[in-house]
């Protein structure tokens, strides 16, 4: 495939005497790229079409000069001459040139010398002339902060001819991104209502008539620590929080040149089912020393970009949309309000040994954007990836050292049936709570400890499956709940510059936390949709025919009770994921082409050992313990919220057991023992003021503790909620249970698998040498992440290399 640019294309020749570069008549003229859709549909439906299409932020060109997958300021791979090859006149002309340059050296100092002496007190102190930016930036004129829109500082953007690393941005205002939006990839109500109940598609389904499979956004993170400017922040922000210098750690954000190639690996792997491609970078205030720039400190910004990045592809519609921190560090709204309260506490602040502030006590947005930036903090970021603009509801999360290395399709990402795709490791596990120890850790184990805290709260305490730092599938929508559930953790998080920092409770790791969100969210609904929606109903009540289903779902007779004290449940034969490559062929859908399934969440909740599935499992739903006291008795009854609550967080073991007999109960494939009957509808109060977060979307309780929800059907089914694209609202007022609960179980559906994979830590040139070998030597990996951790001092072979690889494999496409 072929990555080359238009006329307008986003890569900047460092040779060029302007940031701008040249057009290529090989491109679309600019005339012809502004009719023609950048939307990555049209792309592929283009593709489709047999018409040729081009990337055109990616330029495929090579400058004579430079190195174009590593950074502009390191030597360039075969350029420098060896000692032993220069010519005689080579030669002849280095012996004089020290020569030379002494004597050009003094007749320079001898003149200003004389200059001073008859000139003397008429030399100002300050330069009069205008610095060289000051001319190409133009930016003369004050301007009052936040008086750009969301869109046209895009327009307002200068870049600097001596530097194309960074940009001058006014400041602005961020982009209004609204929270827990309708799920705009979901498949329509006849096939997921078909699939869900039977585990099959309709018959009338072809190739010809299925919703095609939607592409995937690609999200990076980038960070460039050469730059000076950057450095000066990020030590002003070490003093700030009472952190080490950064002096000697660099690698935790050394630029070697990856984004590039990371991104063209991405695009090239996924092809046309890659979609838009995200880069997150950061920028900070324009400050009173920084006067070579001419502007008003305060009203403008600095903003790390790629060298290669020309910013007028920014100023239009195109596939790569490169974002500021700034613009992502918001605070949850609803209807554009900032709910203060539930961000995080403003009545205290707590203080450190060194009397660093360390609570909250923001009186608003702006107020708690200052204490966040600039963040050093790649956890702290992460969190906010919420706020990104035109972000696909799903996508792919990489960090700028993460390539992909042979075809692969959305599959390998997101199945449309099966849902996401989750890759964990069953045999490294993460505790249920962090220590003290660990609220400092430059790791990664705190921030993971800590989301499990979260987790544990929200749901039922355990230890849960470890990720490997690889590209992630991630969901929009359950990145939005998260943000919302547990926004006073999350903010607070936010403000800690950098991972040792002693604010707050510790970091987060957002990736890890909304992977297993998605799988207890699937296993809280499909508790829900059985035990409150399917038998509760409006009443809210679990009597005697309720008593009479449970006896049924676990094989008891009509006649038994608590006298025999537990049942042992046996998982069944399930044809789930030996179906679903027949069901992808009918729908014409693309299948993973380097992906392993092991798991559907069709057929459950995910067990400790997911790798191994199968039928036959046993587990024991011990009456003691799985149901309240005389639970069998004639005379009593029980609040069905109440009994999701005891079966789904208080005892989560009887409610995984559960789950495994209503899952034998539906038979070889699909979910029907869970879902409400069809003709079951619930009728809603009228609504005289929507709450915060009222959406048309069903969600359960957005709270960071099972005790503060409330799970009745009242509480969470309101009208309009069972509507689907294509359907219109009952005229009664009344909300098909069935159509609720499939639309809500499929915000959650997964499917856990495994993808032949290297993770490299390098410490040394030997060891990069070694992993870059193995991968090369290995053609089946798909994913491969090269993790510099060298030392600052040993790194510039390295990164040779390294950017040697990358030209190899990723130049030329």
């Known amino acids: 495939m072929s990555l080359s640019s238009s006329s307008h294309d986003i890569t900047r020749k460092s040779s060029s005497s302007t940031p701008d570069i040249s057009s290529s008549s090989r491109l679309l003229s600019h005339f012809e ?6 939307d990555p549909e049209s792309l592929r439906e283009r593709k489709q079409d047999g018409e040729d299409y081009e990337l055109d932020e990616f330029d495929s060109s090579s400058d004579e000069e430079s190195h174009s997958l590593l950074p502009y300021n390191l030597p360039l791979f075969g350029k420098g001459k060896k000692s032993g090859y220069w010519s005689r006149s080579e030669r002849s002309n280095r012996r004089f040139r020290p020569v030379l340059l002494s004597f050009y050296g003094f007749t320079i100092i001898g003149l200003l010398v004389i200059a001073y002496i008859f000139m003397g007190e008429s030399l100002p102190s300050e330069p009069t002339l205008p610095a060289p930016n000051a001319a190409k930036l133009n930016l003369s004129t004050p301007l009052d902060k936040g008086s750009a829109d969301s869109q046209s500082w895009k327009f307002m953007a200068q870049t600097l001819k001596s530097d194309p690393t960074h940009i001058v941005v006014p400041a602005h205002e961020a982009p209004s991104i609204t929270l827990l939006e309708p799920l705009r990839d979901r498949l329509p109500y006849p096939i997921l209502s078909q699939y869900f109940f039977s585990g099959r598609l309709p018959p009338s389904i072809t190739p010809s008539n299925a919703p095609p499979q939607h592409p995937l956004d690609l999200v990076y993170l980038f960070v460039n620590a050469s730059s ?4 000066r922040e990020m030590e002003a922000r070490a003093a700030l929080e009472h952190i080490q210098s950064g002096k000697g750690r660099a690698r935790r954000w050394r630029d070697n040149g990856e984004l590039r190639a990371a991104v063209r690996s991405g695009v090239k792997a996924l092809g046309v089912e890659a979609g838009r491609v995200h880069v997150a970078t950061a920028d900070w205030p324009v400050r009173e020393e920084d006067t070579e720039l001419h ?7 600095i903003g790390q970009i790629a060298e290669w990045l020309d910013w007028d592809s920014q100023k239009r519609e195109g596939r790569l949309k490169w974002h500021f921190h700034s613009d992502l560090f918001q605070l949850p709204k609803d209807g554009g309000v900032v709910d203060l309260e539930r961000s995080g506490p403003r009545n205290e602040r707590a203080e450190d040994e060194q009397g660093t502030q360390t609570g909250n006590r923001w009186q608003s947005e702006e107020a708690w954007k ?10 702290g970021i992460e969190q906010r990836l919420a706020w990104l603009e035109d ?3 799903n996508y792919i999360s990489f960090n700028d050292d993460m390539f992909l290395l042979r075809p692969l399709s959305t599959s390998d990402f997101r199945h449309p049936l099966a849902g996401n795709l989750v890759r964990f490791d069953p045999g490294l596990l993460v505790p249920e709570f962090m220590t003290p120890d660990q609220l400092s850790d430059p790791g990664e184990w705190g921030a993971l400890q800590h989301a499990n805290e979260l987790l544990s709260a929200r749901f039922s305490a355990h230890k849960r499956f470890y990720m490997h730092h690889l590209p992630k599938a991630q969901s929009k929508a359950v990145l939005h709940e998260a943000s919302i559930m547990w926004s006073p953790q999350l903010s607070l998080a936010s403000t800690r510059g950098f991972r040792e920092s002693k604010r707050g409770d510790g970091d987060v790791e957002m990736a890890w936390l909304i992977t297993h969100l998605r799988v207890e969210r699937w ?7 059985w035990i409150v929606a399917k038998l509760g109903g409006e009443e809210d009540v679990w009597g005697e025919n309720q008593k009479g289903e449970l006896r049924k779902v676990l094989g008891m007779t009509s006649s038994q009770g608590e006298e025999i004290e537990q049942v042992e449940v046996t998982s069944g034969s399930r044809s789930t994921l030996s179906d679903l490559d027949a069901l992808t062929e009918e729908a014409g859908w693309e299948g993973p082409k380097a992906t392993d399934y092991h798991f559907s969440s069709m057929d459950g909740h995910l067990s400790s050992s997911p790798d191994h599935p199968g039928s036959g499992a046993q587990c024991t739903f011990l009456f003691s313990i799985c149901l309240p006291p005389n639970f069998f008795d004639l005379s009593t009854s029980f609040s069905a919220s109440a009994m999701f609550t005891h079966l789904a967080f208080e005892h989560p073991g009887c409610g995984d057991c559960l789950i495994t007999a209503l ?10 023992a869970f879902l409400p009957e069809e003709d079951q509808v619930f009728y809603p109060e009228q609504e005289e003021e929507k709450g915060m977060w009222r959406r048309s979307e069903p969600i359960l309780p957005l709270t960071s503790s099972w005790k503060d929800g409330n799970f009745s059907l009242k509480a969470n089914v309101k009208a309009g909620q069972d509507i689907w694209d294509g359907f219109e609202a009952r005229e009664d007022g009344g909300v098909s ?11 959650y559906n997964y499917v856990y698998g495994s993808t032949p994979s290297r993770f490299a830590p390098v410490h040394s040139l030997y060891q990069l040498a070694s992993a870059l070998e193995s991968v090369d030597n290995t053609p089946e990996i798909a994913m491969f992440c090269v993790n510099d951790d060298q030392a600052d001092s040993g790194s510039d072979k390295s990164r040779r290399k390294l950017g040697g690889w990358m030209e190899g494999r990723w130049e030329g496409t």
Request: hydrophobic letters at 40%; charged letters at 25%; glycine letters at 6%.
């Open 663 to 672: 899952v034998k109960a539906s038979g070889q494939r699909g979910l029907s």
């Open 523 to 529: 296993r809280e609904a499909l508790l829900w949709s």
């Open 33 to 38: 790229n502004k009719e023609r859709s950048h």
């Open 391 to 393: 972000l696909s509801e």
């Open 295 to 301: 502007v008003e400190a305060g009203k403008w910004r």
């Open 737 to 747: 249970l069935r159509a609720w609960c499939i639309k809500l179980l499929s915000r």
């Open 370 to 379: 200052n204490e966040s930036l600039p963040s050093f903090n790649s956890f």
């Open 228 to 231: 000076p400017n950057w450095f």
